[in-house]
């Protein structure tokens, strides 16, 4: 099993900034793949971003492209995601993810085995 755990959501300006971490804990040398994913109200969940864990390889929604970036710290089993140049679409609860298959770089929500909670972030004019 693995555990993850989101933080650092909230509400900022349209134009700001947030960096979002997620902490990864349990058996984290299965993990090929963390990714992120958010969902707004009355939408589909949808991918972010996701980083190979190993290599560092990253892969963005073209929506973020640009503006976000996933990074790791291997040392405390964590993901980064900074968000720069909020927009009001950007409004919705982040979630991340991780996939145990080494055989795939996903971003389908549905390849993914093991979910955080969620956190908000909420983006205002």
């Known amino acids: 099993q693995v555990q993850l755990v989101e933080s650092g959501g909230g509400l900022v300006q349209a134009g700001g900034s947030l960096r979002l971490s997620c902490a990864a804990s349990?058996?984290?040398?299965?993990?090929?793949?963390m990714g992120w994913f958010r969902q707004a109200p009355g939408k589909e969940r949808e991918f972010v971003a996701a980083?190979?864990?190993?290599?560092?390889?990253?892969i963005y929604a073209d929506s973020v492209k640009g503006r976000f970036t996933v990074s790791r710290d291997n040392a405390k089993n964590t993901v980064i995601l900074q968000m720069n140049s909020l927009k009001l679409e950007d409004t919705a609860v982040y979630y991340c993810?991780?996939?145990?298959?080494?055989?795939?770089?996903?971003?389908?929500?549905?390849?993914?085995?093991?979910w955080g909670q969620g956190t908000q972030v909420t983006v205002s004019s």
């Open positions: 993810a991780a996939d145990v298959d080494f055989l795939r770089f996903s971003v389908r929500a549905y390849d993914y085995d093991y």
């Open positions: 349990g058996r984290t040398f299965s993990v090929y793949t």
């Open positions: 980083l190979n864990w190993s290599a560092g390889n990253t």
